[in-house]
């Protein structure tokens, strides 16, 4: 499988299943739709009223040392990978709901406005020991485990978090395991205690801000309905200055239907010296006025591209600055599994709210059709019939994924917006695939130039 595309003056072959990408000329670009299914000869006869026959034969030639070398045209071999037939059930990473509550009101937020449409609580020191028992136990082989602390907004409960913390450190290291915390953040709360200890012990940090001001205060208000960004910025400022080179962080935020024009709010990210962004499409229904429409998408899309060129100018100038969108590993990419499953929601990635119930992500907490059990139960025994669907939520399970040629990059989408949309975690979100797909563009395209200009 192949797909082309071009972009900022590029012409890009992509061979879907070795994951080798291509800047061709374009009569190349031409030939490459007609190589598998004409000969030589009708391929010069249905392309000679545009390029001469000397054009012709050497793109045929390139294409063709390209398609014996294992670059182009390449049969798919990940379906019956041994990593992947042969994966075992392990649980890697835990999202710890350590509050439901918050202390904005953001518009769009999924969690209903911090306690997932239940009852505000806090998670005890007892519910989170069991929780990080039960990763331990259920982690098979796996060495390195993650952590994240989620809310609501988990600095309403930071002592629980400084001792889950501490708990974690002693026990990974009567299990050779190495427990890789994080905490999400919306920042209202930080302070100095607060900045330089999520700096010692956090391994990652993701701190919620929406970009320029007036796009930020217009959809996450205060509880007293006043804007946030004048309170949150300077002190996601001193963070990332305090935050030591190795330790990672990205500030994240959310566009919708009110900032299309998204590219100028991950610009302003790096005029304020975030170096690390991430700019979320929201995910909602059409009932909300905010919510992203098909008919949005070709302005969307030309966003994208506009933010690629921008951003691949900015690398090729030296700018220390990334795009998580825009981050794609052409090299080696992830692992086999991951290419194939994805996010691991059910069986690999669990959330655990306050109470103690689990469930198979967090997008899927407040949802009783999906809890799997509770962390503090003597036995656990999830729903067989439930935890199998999520496993056999792959690409090659679902209809729209098998042909599509983003599979290996989206990883068959998020099974969250496939249940809320469609009601089946075998049906993509639509809107959410198309969204990706331009995104790979994108980061290819980025890649590309930087390849060619190092080149030259």
């Known amino acids: 499988m192949i797909h082309k595309f071009s972009m900022n003056g590029y012409n890009i072959v992509l061979d879907v299943n070795s994951g080798a990408v291509h800047v061709v000329d374009e009569v190349a670009y031409d030939l490459v739709d007609l190589f598998t299914d004409n000969t030589k000869e009708e391929i010069v006869s249905k392309l000679n009223d545009k390029y001469t026959k000397e054009q012709i034969d050497e793109a045929y ?60 609580e806090m998670m005890s020191f007892e519910v989170g020991k069991k929780a990080i028992d039960y990763l331990i136990a259920n982690s098979g082989n796996r060495r390195n485990l993650e952590i994240d602390f989620f809310g609501g907004e988990p600095l309403m409960n930071f002592d629980v978090v400084k001792q889950l913390v501490e708990y974690g450190r002693k026990v990974e290291k009567n299990h050779n395991k190495n427990i890789r915390f994080t905490i999400t953040t919306n920042g209202i709360l930080l302070d100095d205690e607060k900045i330089d200890y999520i700096n010692e012990n956090m391994h990652n940090v993701v701190l919620s801000l929406d970009g320029r001001k007036d796009v930020n205060d217009n959809m996450r208000p205060t509880l007293n309905d006043k804007g946030s960004y004048d309170v949150i910025l300077p002190k996601f400022k001193k963070l ?65 591209e506009k933010l690629a060129v921008e951003y691949a100018d900015m690398l090729s100038k030296g700018k220390d600055f ?60 999830f729903p067989k019939e439930l935890t199998q669907s999520f496993r056999d939520a792959h690409v090659y399970s679902k209809e729209d994924c098998k042909k599509c040629w983003n599979k290996f990059y989206c990883s068959g989408g998020c099974h969250a917006n496939a249940t809320n949309f469609n009601g089946d975690v075998m049906k993509p979100y639509e809107l959410g695939c198309e969204m990706q797909k331009k995104r790979t563009e994108c980061s290819i395209m980025i890649q590309a130039k930087l390849m060619l200009d190092s080149n030259n």
């Open 240 to 304: 990332v200055e305090k935050r030591d080179k190795d330790k990672y962080y990205y500030i994240r935020g959310t566009f919708t239907r009110d900032n299309l024009d998204f590219s100028k709010d991950v610009m302003h990210f790096a005029n304020e010296g975030f170096s690390v962004t991430s700019i979320e499409p929201v995910v909602d229904t059409e009932d909300n006025p905010y919510a992203l429409r098909k008919e949005d998408m070709k302005r969307v899309f030309e966003e994208y």
């Open 322 to 381: 990334k795009f998580f969108h825009f981050q794609i590993d052409l090299k080696q990419g992830p692992c086999v599994i991951k290419r194939i499953t994805g996010c691991g929601a059910g069986n690999e990635y669990l959330a655990i709210t306050p109470s103690g119930d689990i469930y198979p992500c967090h997008q899927f907490v407040g949802n009783e059709g999906y809890k799997l059990g509770n962390i503090m139960d003597e036995e656990i025994v």
């Open 61 to 120: 030639e390139e294409i063709k040392t390209l398609k014996e070398e294992g670059l182009l045209f390449t049969e798919d071999t990940y379906e019956t990978h041994p990593s992947f037939v042969e994966r075992k059930k392990v649980v890697k990473a835990l999202c710890l709901h350590v509050a439901h509550d918050c202390n904005l009101k953001c518009k769009y937020c999924f969690a209903a406005q911090g306690d997932f449409g239940g009852q505000k």
